[in-house]
């Protein structure tokens, strides 16, 4: 059998296997009740943090809020983009689930955003976000349930992975590639700078898939990301939200976190 027809075999599979995680997930639900995935919810969000972590959660999560205020802004609309994204960030390094809530939040008031200042990358990469959302949601769910030592996930439980050679050069020809196909996008329809606005749609789309997957690889393409992001709300020829930018540095400081944790993460697996 060729590479390529295990491919689309592989590819298959994982089709057939979408209904019957989904019922997996669902069985666990209902066999938990509303209490316990009530209580489940709040063990993901709340319990398990050092201190530590959760000084860090509360100052990361903060700036915006004290932004807002030093500096007599009334955009609230970005301060909730701000925090409700510097809050799914933190969630995403430490493994949590509930992160996919507070990106959904965050994408739908940052597609509002970008559509009024006319970033068309960022009106479509929020658009991919809010699909996503569910998406990544359900993968780290399947991941939980497989298995019969897993039929109830234990707080911030999540199997990392890390890329090898191919799968490097496998995500970096998928980020060129949708980098350059949004970039001819948006340069049929007259943007100004159409593949420098298609940037964060290459390392988004790219970051966002990793992300679903469980590999710890994400971080790369979300700091490349967020450095970018930081250039075009606060440095570039569009700029002057520092909100946005401000919620960029924020997420650049967490991607290293992130790294290093999902990195620790995937050393302490291979040694168990």
């Known amino acids: 059998m060729t590479t390529l027809e295990n491919r689309k075999n592989n590819l298959l599979q994982s089709f057939k296997e979408v209904p019957q995680n989904i019922g997996k997930i669902f069985a666990v639900a209902r066999q938990m009740g509303f209490s316990g995935v009530a209580k489940a919810a709040y063990n993901d969000l709340f319990v398990g943090r050092s201190l530590f972590q959760w000084l860090y959660l509360i100052v990361l999560s903060s700036v915006p809020i004290v932004l807002h205020f030093t500096s007599g802004s009334n955009d609230w ?14 969630l995403v390094a430490e493994g949590r689930a509930s992160n996919y809530l507070f990106g959904f939040l965050s994408n739908v008031v940052y597609f509002a955003l970008s559509f009024q200042n006319m970033f068309y990358g960022e009106v479509m990469t929020a658009i991919f976000f809010i ?42 020809c998928f980020t060129v590639l949708v980098w350059g196909t949004f970039g001819l996008i948006y340069q049929s329809i007259g943007a100004a700078r159409p593949f420098r606005d298609s940037i964060t749609d290459g390392t988004n789309w790219t970051g966002q898939f990793l992300q679903s997957y469980l590999y710890r690889e994400q971080w790369v393409f979300w700091i490349a990301t967020n450095l970018f992001s930081i250039y075009l709300w606060w440095m570039g020829p569009d700029s002057g939200n520092l909100q946005m930018a401000a919620m960029y540095f924020v997420w650049t400081i967490n991607s290293i976190v992130g790294w290093y944790q999902w990195s620790k993460a995937v050393k302490e697996r291979k040694g168990a």
Request: with cysteine; hydrophobic share 50%; charged share 20%.
């Open 77 to 90: 609309m970005g301060l909730f983009t701000a925090w409700t994204g510097n809050l799914c960030v933190i």
């Open 131 to 172: 699909v996503m959302q569910p998406v990544g949601l359900y993968f780290w769910l399947a991941d939980r349930v497989k298995g019969e030592k897993k039929e109830e996930p234990q707080v911030s439980e999540f199997a990392t992975r890390k890329l090898n050679f191919f799968g490097w050069i496998k995500w970096l």
